[in-house]
T-cell receptor, first 116, second 113 residues
Framework: AQTVTQSQPEMSVQEAETVTLSCTYDTSESDYYLFWYKQPPSRQMILVIRQEAYKQQNATENRFSVNFQKAAKSFSLKISDSQLGDAAMYFC?????????????FGTGTRLQVFP | DARVTQTPRHKVTEMGQEVTMRCQPILGHNTVFWYRQTMMQGLELLAYFRNRAPLDDSGMPKDRFSAEMPDATLATLKIQPSEPRDSAVYFCASALRVNQPQHFGDGTRLSIL
């Protein structure tokens, strides 16, 4: 069975600094997708970034980038130039790359605090 | 920006009552998901539909929960009878098609007294 583990329940960072959130996963599949979702206090789940397992290049979206290590089954999120609005719960998620299922498996989340 | 719309945003009711949560997926999206979020279990998939047909409802307690898509613009999740352990935030999400990112609604916070 596939599992997603986020070992950091809470992290904190100072405004303008860089922070890295960790995520590891377990799967026997070779084709899959990985995601980071942000959940601010407003509760909405917002897609931050997506990585296809077949792509070697790490995905980036403005200040957000990932370090995807397929062999180590690691998928960390780096937030550069942190802003107060980045404070939220961050969830790592996995989905097998099959047309037969769209099921997302989520980690338990990391709460990020940003200090001015 | 197109968004997934969920109603109600909050619901408080007494144990034993029927609860209906509604979701309007993004227009044109053919896949709709229901998730439940609790402190203990985190985010769990309850059920999902593709082209209005249920594909996977293995995460849903069958005795009291039911999910339907009466048409392409409406998905419903019903609990009857409700129990205090059903208290959670219920999210609906939709995706354009297979292997496309899921877009989430704002959730319904359900409290069963």
């Amino acid at each position: 069975a596939q599992t997603v583990t986020q070992s950091q329940p809470e992290m904190s960072v100072q405004e303008a600094e860089t922070v890295t959130l960790s995520c590891t996963y377990d799967t026997s599949e070779s084709d899959y997708y990985l995601f980071w979702y942000k959940q601010p206090p407003s509760r909405q789940m917002i897609l931050v970034i997506r990585q296809e397992a077949y792509k070697q290049q790490n995905a980036t979206e403005n200040r957000f980038s990932v370090n995807f290590q397929k062999a180590a089954k690691s998928f960390s999120l780096k937030i550069s130039d942190s802003q107060l609005g980045d404070a939220a719960m961050y969830f790592c998620a996995y989905r097998v790359g099959s047309y037969n299922t769209d099921k997302l498996i989520f980690g338990t989340g990391t709460r990020l605090q940003v200090f001015p | 920006d197109a968004r997934v719309t969920q109603t109600p945003r909050h619901k408080v009711t007494e144990m034993g009552q029927e609860v209906t949560m509604r979701c309007q997926p993004i227009l044109g999206h053919n896949t709709v998901f229901w998730y439940r979020q609790t402190m203990m279990q985190g985010l769990e998939l309850l059920a999902y539909f593709r082209n209005r047909a249920p594909l996977d409802d293995s995460g849903m307690p069958k005795d009291r929960f039911s999910a339907e898509m009466p048409d392409a613009t409406l998905a419903t999740l019903k609990i009857q009878p409700s129990e205090p352990r059903d208290s959670a935030v219920y999210f609906c999400a939709s995706a354009l098609r297979v292997n496309q990112p899921q877009h989430f609604g704002d959730g319904t916070r359900l409290s069963i007294l």
